[in-house]
């Protein structure tokens, strides 16, 4: 029997119960649009990441205080780690000539109030440099100036939100704001920029680095940024960048990460995410399967004189056997192709209302809801379709 | 072509042994007509189902075409029935959703034969039986007289060498029954073996000669012309229901 002609067979044997069959078609069709639909929102979440750190541009590496890697030092060796200090940045700078931008920052959250209108906001110790690292522009007056390190100055450059929150539509250049009880100039203001890196660069204050220390009390940068550039060996610079700091603090307590190793982990993560959302998905397959199943033993049984009449003409126990099993398969497959539609247009539904999710199904999802669909159909078919062969063809035929 | 030698079929119903036929030795030639007669029960269609390879005796010797049939393979079996048996049941058995050709064509369509040339021997088969014209009716759309003589052209479909009929006039009146009876005549005529079960004095007259059945045994074998003798003898003689 030709698959042409065992599909011919097939299908006119589903067509002739279309409700049962569309109703067990339905039930793959949804997994199946699960499936597609949850594994692009998964990797969308993971683009999203990706793209997030490509959009800050090239390698960097990013010095923390503290180790956080297990070492194998005895107990009470090392203890507290020292500090990360802005002279560990300077012996960065002239350790590492070769780098694009070393910056050093720290983070803190505190009000800032000018007149009588106060906000929580993120406060950011940086220098010149950090504008360039996070491709900040101005929509309004001057980053902060390039100086000497150690040098404050009471300045701040706010972020769009918060400049027109505090100020409205007035002009907050020139103004004095009070950020943690100190009283700083407004030099600038950014440029509206949104989510960065779990930041809301809009809603935020920037001070000078030595200022932000001095401010919140800090022995301790939050980071060094090294920005190695886009054609920077990233490795020899991590590498030469530890040994410094190692030198300077007589142990290795800091810890270095590079921009590869952070996408890599998220990206491991937001994987692993949705492979499990994926799998969840698949479970309503098997629930799918299990309609099949039901279909096609209600079939066998009411086509039981059916299936002795094909074994009176001929038919062996094998083609009785494809017979059922191309139904079961057909039905998976159909509402398969039915659910990648679904899926598909899902998905386009999503990146219609969210177009800042990259969402699309990774091809091993859509390779995996075609190979399951039919799977499916094969696995569920199988018991019915087994037990419409072994009819014996003498009772078969009676009905019985 | 086919002999028969003390064949015996017992199923098991409830744990009980129920002998359905007891070593019946017979034989019938190449274009023989025979009718298959007995009251219900007597292991009639047990008889055709055996000859038909459908079913496997428990004992005894079936050669068909001077092979064992015993001996053969599911798969040679299956080859058989496709090839050699054309089935025709009282309750016609014809798949509801296909119409009169796909009906024809369906012992072809698992016989492998190729898409065009199905085509053209349904075709034909059909006009043998009358109903070319009906070819795109379902089997719902046809008389019960055309339901059987689409029934014998599905199974002339493959060329068989012997028709197996099942009582194939008792769902039918007396007129189409006759038609059937007539289409019979005609193929066995032109040399197809007919192997006829049936209640029904008329259909058996028809035969060359008779076997009766009695408890799974052989208890006559008539002649057409002994034949009312012998189903008086055996209380089979009444014209049956209706």
């Known amino acids: 029997m030709s698959a042409a002609d065992l599909a011919a067979y097939a299908g006119r044997a589903l067509a002739g119960h279309r409700l049962r069959s569309l109703l067990s078609l339905l039930g793959v069709s949804v997994g199946i649009a699960a499936v597609i639909l949850l594994t692009a929102l998964g990797e969308g979440a993971r683009r999203y990441v990706v793209d997030q750190f490509a959009q800050i541009g090239s390698s960097f590496v990013a010095v923390l205080p503290g180790k956080t890697d297990t070492t194998g030092a005895m107990p009470g060796v090392g203890g507290v780690p020292n500090d990360l200090t802005l002279e560990d940045t300077r012996a960065l700078e002239r350790a590492l000539p070769q780098v694009d931008l070393i910056a050093p920052f720290v983070v803190a959250t505190d009000e800032v109030a000018w007149r009588d209108r106060r906000r929580q906001v993120m406060?950011?110790?940086?220098?010149?440099?950090?504008?360039?690292?996070?491709?900040?522009?101005?929509?309004?007056?001057?980053?902060?100036?390039?100086?000497?390190?150690?040098?404050?100055?009471?300045?701040?450059?706010?972020?769009?939100r918060l400049a027109r929150e505090l100020f409205g539509n007035g002009d907050p250049i020139g103004a004095a704001v009070r950020i943690g009880g100190r009283r700083c100039r407004v030099i600038g203001v950014l440029?509206?920029?949104?989510?960065?890196?779990?930041?809301?660069?809009?809603?935020?204050?920037?001070?000078?680095?030595?200022?932000?220390?001095?401010?919140?009390?800090?022995?301790?940068?939050?980071?060094?940024?090294?920005?190695?550039?886009?054609?920077?060996?990233?490795?020899?610079?991590?590498?030469?960048?530890?040994?410094?700091?190692?030198?300077?603090?007589?142990?290795?307590?800091?810890?270095?990460?590079?921009?590869?190793?952070?996408v890599d982990s998220?990206?491991?993560?937001?994987?692993?995410?949705?492979?499990?959302?994926?799998?969840?998905?698949?479970?309503?397959?098997?629930?799918?399967?299990?309609?099949i199943l039901n279909v096609l033993l209600v079939a066998v049984s009411e086509r039981t004189a059916e299936i002795g009449l094909l074994r009176a003409v001929g038919a062996s126990r094998r083609q009785v056997l494809a017979c059922f099993l191309t139904e079961a398969v057909l039905l998976s497959g159909l509402g398969g192709a039915v659910g990648l539609a679904a899926g598909a247009a899902g998905v386009?539904?999503?990146?219609?209302?969210?177009?800042?999710?990259?969402?699309?199904?990774?091809?091993?999802?859509?390779?995996?809801?075609?190979?399951?669909?039919?799977?499916?159909?094969?696995?569920f078919g199988w018991l019915p379709a087994r037990r419409a062969a072994a009819l014996d063809p003498v009772r078969a035929l009676s009905g019985r | 072509m086919i002999e028969l030698d003390r064949l015996s079929r017992t199923y098991e119903i409830g744990g009980e042994p129920v002998h359905a036929l007891v070593e019946v030795t017979e034989s019938i030639a190449a274009g023989e007509h025979v009718a298959i007669m007995g009251p219900s029960g007597s292991g009639k269609s047990t008889l055709l189902h055996l000859v038909g390879c459908l079913d496997r005796p428990t004992s005894g010797s079936y050669r068909f075409e001077g092979r064992e049939v015993g001996a053969l393979a599911e798969a040679?079996?299956?080859?058989l029935r496709q090839r050699r048996f054309g089935f025709v049941f009282q309750a016609f058995h014809l798949v509801a959703r296909l119409d009169g050709l796909g009906n024809v064509e369906l012992p072809m369509v698992f016989a492998q034969v190729p898409r065009a040339e199905r085509r053209e021997r349904a075709h034909a088969a059909l006009e043998a039986v009358g109903l070319a014209h009906?070819?795109?009716h379902r089997p719902s759309e046809l008389s019960?007289?055309?339901?059987?003589?689409?029934?014998?052209?599905?199974?002339?479909?493959?060329?068989?060498?012997?028709?197996?009929a099942d009582e194939p006039t008792g769902n039918l009146d007396t007129k189409?029954?006759?038609?059937?009876?007539?289409?019979?005549?005609?193929?066995?005529?032109?040399?197809?073996?007919?192997?006829?079960?049936?209640?029904?004095?008329?259909?058996?007259?028809?035969?060359?000669?008779?076997?009766?059945?009695?408890?799974?045994?052989?208890?006559r074998r008539a002649r057409r012309e002994e034949l009312a003798q012998a189903l008086t003898e055996w209380g089979l003689g009444v014209e049956p229901h209706e």
């Open chain 1, 123 to 160: 406060v950011l110790g940086v220098t010149a440099e950090f504008a360039e690292l996070r491709r900040l522009s101005l929509a309004r007056g001057r980053f902060l100036p390039a100086t000497e390190l150690g040098r404050g100055g009471s300045l701040a450059v706010l972020g769009d």
């Open chain 1, 266 to 291: 998220l990206s491991a993560i937001l994987d692993a995410l949705t492979l499990a959302v994926a799998a969840i998905a698949a479970i309503s397959l098997a629930v799918a399967g299990i309609g």
């Open chain 2, 144 to 164: 019960g007289g055309e339901r059987q003589r689409l029934a014998i052209a599905r199974a002339l479909a493959m060329r068989p060498g012997v028709l197996l």
């Open chain 1, 191 to 262: 440029a509206p920029r949104g989510q960065q890196l779990g930041m809301n660069m809009d809603d935020v204050v920037l001070v000078p680095v030595a200022t932000g220390m001095r401010m919140f009390n800090r022995s301790s940068l939050f980071r060094i940024v090294i920005d190695v550039g886009p054609e920077g060996d990233v490795e020899a610079v991590k590498a030469r960048a530890l040994e410094v700091l190692v030198e300077r603090h007589g142990e290795e307590d800091v810890t270095l990460i590079t921009e590869a190793a952070v």
């Open chain 2, 134 to 136: 009906r070819a795109g």
């Open chain 2, 176 to 219: 189409s029954g006759n038609a059937v009876l007539d289409l019979l005549d005609r193929l066995n005529g032109e040399g197809l073996t007919l192997l006829v079960v049936t209640h029904d004095p008329r259909v058996a007259r028809r035969a060359d000669r008779t076997v009766i059945l009695a408890d799974g045994a052989i208890v």
């Open chain 2, 76 to 79: 040679e079996l299956d080859r």
């Open chain 1, 348 to 379: 386009r539904i999503l990146v219609g209302i969210w177009p800042a999710l990259p969402a699309a199904p990774p091809a091993w999802a859509i390779a995996a809801a075609v190979v399951l669909s039919l799977a499916v159909g094969a696995t």
